[in-house]
């Protein structure tokens, strides 16, 4: 019904104001009022072993860029509560569509470090058969979409994605991580519209990290963040404190609960920051200050995570020690074994373009394979892939 | 056999893709109860209800990002862009999306069940926003099948043919001819080749190359030829992208002449594809340069689109120049 005025009023969005739902301060202990949400002991310690292992992960693979061993990588630091949280909150076969720095998703789902590797190091076991950069991972068994770069695609696709099982009713929904610097593409616009019209079961995860690469958010928009925009479209929203696991994960869960039990889409804004670069190519001391980082490590989300579950004692500093020695024993371990892998077959080249391979591409090829016999040197992979000898010491692993 | 103008035969091709499979949808801009803006989709969502035939929100990049994930998810979308002059909105989820997701996943994911329907072509006083023909810019992109039907039987058998495709297809509707072309089109189902150009005439002085709403124009062109004595081969490539070079070159190996024709401008347009491809394979057997009859290099005009577009006589000065090389 219309409401009307017989002065002028104009709104600025000021008159509403975003609450941020946090349960554990920064040592660990819940919030006063705060109710603990019903996360079973070892819910939880899966959960917490999965920010661990992202951490741990994280450092070394880059090191290992660092040592020039692989051409690229992004790290998750500081946003592993978000992006675990919000995961251990879904059915495991609810479909993840993520940006790019979401492996904490994959931890937890189970992708093992081989996987990891594999696809870092885009050798022969790689899924993505050693097309994309590394960290583009997608498992179809573990309902994670394959990354794509350009930004912010995949938000309309879970609209569409969700849209399919909402038709196929089988009780699931899609879960789609992205940044507050993704919400500025027309995509995200398009998404929210779609989803919030035609009553998809989605869950739009911003993490509000407080950068998109060198941008920091307070030039990426002017209002009170992404979470207001719901009300623009009409969604349910909640804005959360993306450091703090547990009020990621019920924040998320109950999410979940109105976009399966009622078919809607429901928007989540997780306050975090981004500690590390936004990837290897990155300098973040060239546009923020050391002091701003060093204040947001008093609120790392690992460290709030395991001072809760010690005080529980559904963990221990003796675990700690052990899970981060074998952790990081086997990424080294299982990145030298990647390595030494051979790389895809030379077919790959041409295969999965379409769904056969088309006469033209076959003659393509057939002219490239003609080439490589020709000057196997020159293409030691390649050759190698058609069984011609080369001389190995000209190839180089990691080559950009 | 019934008669259907070309959006009887389209409508009709998504009436049995729909009711053959129950994961078949038709979205798109005012395609709901209006039935599309050219009632292409006219009575689907009667028929199959809202959650199968609907309208969106006005938004391109939407629409397909939509569509890129109901197909990923195991659906099978037909997605309706209203014009092709609109879906540049959507040149990143099908260039970047659509074409690529099955590569760039090695297969663990595809789109192949997205098939992209759009009007394209001049000739409806449309001016520049409502007559391009932007097939050129997909036919650029690994990964997508582009498809323009010249005819309403064609429209069908293509059609049935790329929703049912294991690849995305761009399929691209001669808007001119919706009403205009009027042929008779088998009530039942049936596909036509995608992939494959259709010889419709054999002839051993010229080939004459061109696809959709153009190849009626080549049609009124090889009249004349042939008044003069003139024997044309004319081929419909009916799928772009990959396009069948073969049928081409078997062709001009045997006339020894080629023109190609397109409304989109010249440069950069396919034509360029067909001509380089035919120079190497051919390049002895031609007895004259490969021509191309297209429209110029500028925006579509509105009032002057009957000089701007390549019509009978232009395609007939080409042959006799060719000719009499």
């Given at each position: 019904m219309t409401n009307y005025v017989h002065q002028p009023l104009f709104m600025t969005g000021d008159e509403f104001s975003m609450a941020t739902f946090s349960l554990l301060d920064p040592e660990g202990e819940l919030y006063e009022g705060a109710k603990e949400p019903d996360l079973p002991r070892d819910h939880a310690r899966r959960l917490y072993q999965a920010m661990l292992a992202t951490r741990i992960l994280d450092e070394r693979m880059m090191a290992a860029q660092r040592q020039g061993r692989l051409s690229f990588y992004m790290q998750s630091t500081g946003e592993e509560a978000a992006v675990v949280g919000a995961t251990a909150a879904l059915d495991d076969a609810d479909m993840i569509m993520a940006q790019y720095r979401e492996q904490g998703a994959l931890m937890y789902r189970g992708f093992s470090i081989d996987e990891f590797m594999n696809q870092l190091f885009g050798n022969e076991l790689d899924y993505g058969k050693g097309r994309q950069m590394p960290i583009h991972y997608g498992s179809r068994k573990l309902h994670y979409m394959t990354i794509s770069s350009p930004l912010a695609t995949q938000i309309p696709q879970a609209t569409g994605y969700a849209y399919g099982q909402k038709l196929a009713g089988d009780g699931h929904c899609t879960l789609t991580f992205?940044?507050?610097?993704?919400?500025?593409?027309?995509?995200?616009?398009?998404?929210?519209?779609?989803?919030?019209?035609?009553?998809?079961?989605?869950i739009f995860f911003c993490r509000n990290n407080g950068y998109a690469i060198s941008t920091p958010s307070t030039e990426q928009f002017a209002a009170d963040g992404i979470a207001p925009r719901a009300f623009g479209y009409h969604m349910h929203v909640i804005r959360v404190d993306g450091n703090d696991a547990l009020a990621v994960y019920e924040a998320t869960r109950q999410a979940r609960q109105i976009a399966v039990e009622q078919n809607k889409p429901v928007l989540i804004e997780a306050m975090s920051y981004r500690l590390a670069a936004h990837s290897s190519s990155d300098d973040p001391s060239g546009y923020r200050a050391?002091?701003?980082?060093?204040?947001?490590?008093?609120?790392?989300?690992?460290?709030r995570m395991q001072k809760w579950l010690l005080k529980k004692g559904w963990w221990s500093e003796e675990e700690e020690t052990s899970q981060q020695e074998t952790l990081r024993r086997d990424v080294l371990d299982t990145m030298k074994r990647a390595e030494k892998r051979s790389p895809p077959p030379l077919e790959s080249l041409i295969t999965d373009v379409y769904a056969d391979i088309t006469p033209e591409l076959q003659r393509q090829f057939d002219q490239l394979k003609r080439?490589?016999?020709r000057y196997p040197e020159a293409y030691p992979r390649g050759a190698r892939s058609l069984d011609l000898e080369v001389n190995t010491s000209t190839d180089s692993q990691g080559e950009a | 056999m019934p008669t259907m103008n070309m959006l009887q035969a389209i409508n009709n091709a998504l009436d049995i893709a729909m009711a053959e499979d129950d994961k078949v949808i038709c979205f798109g801009e005012d395609v709901g109860v209006f039935g599309g803006v050219f009632r292409a989709t006219s009575?689907?969502?009667?028929?199959?209800?809202?959650?199968?035939?609907?309208?969106?929100?006005?938004?391109?990049?939407?629409?397909?990002?939509?569509?890129n994930g109901l197909a990923a998810q195991g659906s099978v979308p037909v997605a309706e862009i209203q014009f092709a002059d609109y879906i540049f909105p959507a040149f990143d989820q099908i260039v970047n999306e659509s074409a690529k997701f099955r590569y760039r996943s090695g297969d663990l994911f595809n789109v192949g069940g997205l098939t992209i329907r759009t009007p394209y072509g001049g000739g409806i006083a449309g001016g520049l926003y409502?007559?391009?023909?932007?097939?050129?810019?997909?036919?650029?992109?690994?990964?997508?099948?582009?498809?323009?039907?010249?005819?309403?039987?064609?429209?069908?058998?293509?059609?049935?043919a790329a929703i049912r495709d294991p690849d995305p297809v761009l399929f691209l509707e001669p808007k001119r001819l919706y009403r205009a072309s009027v042929g008779e089109v088998p009530q039942e189902d049936y596909q036509l080749p995608i992939g494959e150009a259709e010889v419709i005439k054999e002839g051993t002085d010229m080939t004459l190359v061109g696809w959709g709403a153009q190849m009626e124009v080549i049609g009124k062109a090889v009249e004349l030829a042939e008044?003069?004595?003139?024997?044309?081969?004319?081929?419909?490539?009916?799928?772009?992208?990959?396009?069948?070079?073969?049928?081409?070159?078997?062709s001009v190996l045997k006339t020894g002449r080629l023109i190609v024709s397109h409304e989109a401008p010249l440069t950069g347009g396919f034509a360029g594809e067909i001509a380089a491809t035919i120079q190497e394979r051919c390049f002895l057997y031609l007895e004259s340069p490969i021509a191309r009859v297209t429209g110029l290099d500028t925006?579509?005009?509105l009032v002057l689109e009957k000089e701007y577009l390549p019509d009978h006589l232009k395609i007939f000065e080409a042959i006799r120049e060719s000719v009499n090389f």
């Open positions: 992205f940044g507050e610097g993704a919400a500025s593409e027309g995509d995200f616009h398009a998404a929210l519209n779609m989803a919030s019209v035609h009553q998809v079961p989605v050391k002091s701003e980082e060093e204040a947001w490590r008093l609120k790392d989300p690992i460290l080439h490589i016999r | 009575h689907l969502q009667e028929k199959y209800g809202k959650s199968r035939c609907f309208n969106t929100p006005l938004v391109e990049q939407g629409i397909i990002g939509f569509a409502h007559s391009q023909s932007p097939e050129a810019y997909f036919t650029h992109t690994p990964g997508l099948k582009v498809v323009v039907p010249r005819n309403p039987y064609q429209a069908k058998g293509l059609l049935l008044e003069q004595g003139i024997a044309c081969e004319v081929i419909d490539l009916r799928t772009l992208l990959p396009w069948d070079a073969d049928t081409v070159v078997e925006p579509f005009p």
